[in-house]
């Protein structure tokens, strides 16, 4: 009886369990109330503008914090953020920010100027190990103290005029300067609360943490459980307080996208990070489809190792790149949600369009392959495509196998790799061909090119050209018009390519399924919301049900 | 008794001792490391990176201020969550694995005890086939597939119960609790059918039939007691199993619990991450199985001499 006894609680949980009900669900309540139920994709790492890198980090910390200028949500343009406006010199080397006098800190100090120098400081200081520290090199003398070549921050090109007058001298004119100053790396950080917590440049104090926390976005932190949700909510001292409409937003950290995808058919979420691509074709067939697709900044490739045989002979990585069928793969693996790419840049990168040097022919290929020694696959010693885990990448890189199985009769093999064995492979370059994708920080070609400079970081296909490094680093940053700067980039852009180090697959596209009561996210191609502008309209409901 | 406990701690902590060294030497072992990402990381920004989390270290010297920091206490901070420490990350995921956990093992042991009752008072016919094919079914399902069934049927088909999430919404327990637990339930069922076949064949349960008790009575009285011992035995490292094996079912749920740190920690190469969940969950482990074995020599009179005798 007494083992009996042990299971009356268990009896009583399981009926107190039974008798809850779902209720109202969160986009009800949430509409009612002008809260935003978010999918963020995961845990951010942090909240520290200067420590963070990631996607779901960018969407929280863009929220309570706020640069200089700011994207407009449709079209991009910098528009006034902290500085209510900007002058540029003739030459295009000195930018003078006028702080907005109303800008607030959230514990309503006001902003000023020498916040962005301590908080630059702080971002390029290298005991911060800041990993977008680079952002700011088009500053004077930035790299250099990044790098500890300089110790004497007052040799870096920011100053502080007065309270509210910050000017900023560039190497040479950075046309996509303003941009940079919407990114997180160069938010300003409140001095007084981090010096509270530790050293300048610490990184491991409980600064951001609620109740800590003190930002300059229309957001403050209201709550933050790891792994379950993050709460924002409007600020009291927000310059622009009276055009923010929502009264609060959840985060989830929505890891599995599945579930995030059911999540949102139960109304749970308003929006969410990713759609799973095989429930695309049912959201795309619904009337008022809640499915939201555009043209993202990025661009998925396979890095060539251009020392290792066979793909270091050029007419071999020709050959591979005009036997695949982009058009096919774009359309059937990936379920029409990417667009087929034949160069680094993604097309139309604010006005600029690289080159298409070659398409889909399977004739040239096979002629090129023979030209390199591999009549028809005869002689071919095998190549080897490295992926990381995951379902995507295989599918991928199967259809390629099978793709080049056909065209050119070679024999492929494919191998995954776990994430960090894969990064470690592509680092080392122990890899023939390995699959890579890059999204852009800011819209301009730069970003997409500078990758491939002689050494650089990024680079790890072995491929060297002066030419080509010298128009990156030293024509394009001086050229006086946009005409001659895309020009530049598009002769450099032509070079690379001609030499083939990667094999450029498709562009990336942004996916979404955004609940039909949500309205001010506006379709671009960075991907970037700023939910400022983001309102909600009470009784509007999903249509159609997806299986 | 007591000598047996303490003879099992003194062996637990050499079996805890080699658990960290292995840990410690495998993930740094690994290829990769905790900085790498798909940018590259400028050299200057990673070592500093590296002097702030002392890889610049020895690969001894870390080992040693490990177990120096681990001795009172302190599991260091977390690389992927820079100002978090492995201890309070610990401690936000406990709480919610163990609820899982107990709600799980709630549902596990009442309905696995009721279907392994019943179908042991009435062995080789439908009453028993029924539940134990059950039981099969539920052994065999994994909760990757069972979870997400649940989900379809409940939440997003009849729409009674919430899919996603911990303490959010009402009734968001109950689909995590159900999956975690079905699995233990399936076991508990067999256990407890196959306890209960053997006391009921006893010889002093023919004697309380004989005397005319009823036969609920014979069972809930005299039969339980002894069949559910080896039940009992395995509640402790289901309990155990259930805070480390939680993963499928917190990732499906969204649930913050420990499962899925522990496991993003070892693809982050977060390596205090790694070793401080398995240093726990391990020491978590020996303690349930400790007192595990304890209830079972408490209720084996055999054991509880033999451990009067000697400890061996």
């Known amino acids: 009886m007494r083992l009996f006894r042990l299971f009356l609680p268990a009896c009583v949980i399981a009926g107190m369990l039974t008798a809850c009900g779902s209720g109202e669900s969160n986009v009800e309540s949430g509409n009612a109330n002008g809260i935003l139920h978010y999918g963020n994709g995961a845990e951010p790492q942090g909240l520290d503008p200067h420590v963070v890198t990631g996607v779901p980090e960018n969407h929280i910390v863009r929220a309570l914090f706020e640069g200089l200028a700011v994207k407009n949500p449709e079209t991009l343009e910098p528009e006034p953020g902290v500085a209510e406006r900007w002058d540029i010199s003739e030459d295009g080397t000195v930018y003078t920010f006028y702080l907005n006098p109303n800008a607030r800190w959230s514990n309503g100090e006001t902003m000023t100027a020498s916040d962005y120098v301590w908080s630059w400081n702080r971002a390029l200081h290298p005991d911060t190990g800041s990993l977008y520290a ?59 609360t981090l010096l509270k917590h530790g050293k300048m440049t610490d990184r491991f104090t409980p600064w951001t943490r609620v109740g800590n926390i003190v930002s300059n976005g229309p957001f403050t932190l209201e709550e933050w459980s790891l792994n379950r949700r993050i709460i924002i909510k409007k600020s009291e001292h927000y310059w622009d307080r009276d055009n923010v409409a929502l009264n609060g937003v959840y985060f989830y950290p929505t890891e599995n996208v599945i579930s995030e995808e059911r999540m949102f058919r139960a109304e749970q979420l308003h929006y969410t990070a990713v759609v799973p691509l095989d429930k695309i074709p049912d959201y795309r067939e619904r009337p008022d489809s809640p499915y939201v697709q555009a043209a993202y900044l990025g661009t998925y490739y396979y890095l060539v190792n251009t020392e290792r045989p066979p793909v270091d002979n050029v007419l071999v990585r020709r050959a591979l790149s005009y036997a695949l069928d982009r058009d096919t793969l774009t359309r059937t693996v990936l379920q029409d949600t990417a667009i087929p790419a034949y160069s680094i840049t993604p097309p139309d990168t604010l006005g600029y369009n690289p080159p298409q040097l070659f398409d889909y022919d399977p004739a040239k290929a096979r002629e090129l392959l023979a030209e390199a020694g591999y009549p028809n696959g005869e002689g071919w010693p095998g190549l080897e495509i490295i992926y990381n885990t995951q379902e995507a990448q295989r599918k991928i890189a199967v259809a390629v196998q099978q793709m080049w199985k056909r065209e050119l009769n070679i024999d492929i093999t494919i191998s995954n790799q776990e994430w960090k064995v894969y990064l470690n492979s592509v680092s080392q370059r122990e890899f023939q061909v390995a699959r890579r994708g890059w999204i852009g920080d800011y819209v301009d070609a730069n970003n997409f090119l500078d990758l491939f400079i002689t050494d ?92 | 008794m007591l000598r047996f406990i303490l003879w099992r701690l003194l062996q637990a902590i050499p079996v805890i001792f080699v658990v960290i060294t292995a840990t410690f030497f495998l993930v740094r072992s690994a290829p990769g490391g905790p900085f790498d990402s798909e940018k590259a990381v400028l050299p200057e920004v990673k070592r500093a990176l590296e002097a702030q989390y002392k890889l610049d270290l020895p690969l001894h010297e870390q080992y040693i201020a490990y177990l120096g920091d681990l001795s009172h206490g302190d599991l260091g901070p977390s690389f992927k969550y820079p100002g978090r420490s492995v201890n309070e990350i610990l401690g936000s995921g406990l709480p919610v694995t163990a609820e899982l956990g107990f709600y799980a093992l709630s549902f596990a042991l009442l309905i696995g005890v009721l279907a392994g009752v019943f179908a042991a008072l009435k062995p080789n016919t439908r009453q028993d086939y029924i539940p134990m094919g059950m039981a099969m079914i539920g052994i065999c399902m994994p909760s990757f597939l069972l979870g997400p069934l649940l989900v379809l049927i409940f939440g997003i088909y009849l729409d009674w119960l919430p899919i996603a999430g911990w303490g959010d919404l009402p009734g968001d327990k109950i689909l995590p609790s159900i999956t975690l637990g079905s699995a233990y339930a399936a076991y508990i069922a067999r256990l407890s059918r196959a306890g209960m076949l053997e006391i009921l064949s006893q010889d002093y349960i023919r004697t309380a039939r004989a005397k005319g008790l009823p036969e ?97």
């Not at chain 1, 491929?463 to 001086?478: H, M, R």
């Not at chain 2, 496991?263 to 982050?268: G, I, L, P, R």
Request: net charge neutral.
């Open chain 1, 134 to 192: 680079y952002m700011l090199y088009p500053i004077v003398n930035s790299e250099a103290y990044s790098k500890r070549e300089i110790t004497d921050f007052g040799e870096v090109g920011v100053k502080a005029l007065d309270d509210h007058t910050l000017q900023v001298r560039l190497n040479a004119p950075t046309p996509y300067f303003l941009q940079l100053m919407d990114h997180y790396s160069t938010f300003a950080v409140h001095p007084e």
């Open chain 2, 216 to 312: 609920w009575r014979v069972v809930t009285q005299h039969a339980l007691r002894g069949g559910l011992i080896p039940v009992i035995a395995f509640l402790g490292p289901a309990f155990a199993g259930l805070l480390a094996g939680s993963f499928v079912v917190e990732t499906i749920f969204q649930i913050p619990g420990l499962g899925r740190f522990y496991v993003q920690a070892a693809f982050n190469r977060d390596y205090t991450m790694i070793l401080g969940t398995t240093v726990f969950l391990s020491t978590l482990i020996v303690f349930f199985n400790l007192i595990s074995d304890v209830i079972a020599a408490w209720l084996n009179p055999r054991l509880r001499a033999q451990f009067k005798g000697g400890a061996s």
């Open chain 1, 456 to 547: 650089g970081g990024n680079n790890n296909t072995g491929y060297a050209s002066d030419e080509f490094d010298d128009i990156i680093l030293n024509l394009a940053p001086k050229a006086k018009t946009r005409d001659e700067r895309y020009g530049l980039f598009y002769k450099a852009e032509t070079m690379m390519m001609n030499e083939m180090p990667i094999i450029p697959i498709y562009t990336y596209t942004s996916k979404h399924l955004i609940h039909p009561s949500v309205e001010g996210i506006y379709p671009n191609l960075m991907d970037s919301l700023n939910l400022k502008y983001v309102k909600l309209h009470p009784g509007r409901s999903l249509s159609g049900e997806a299986n």
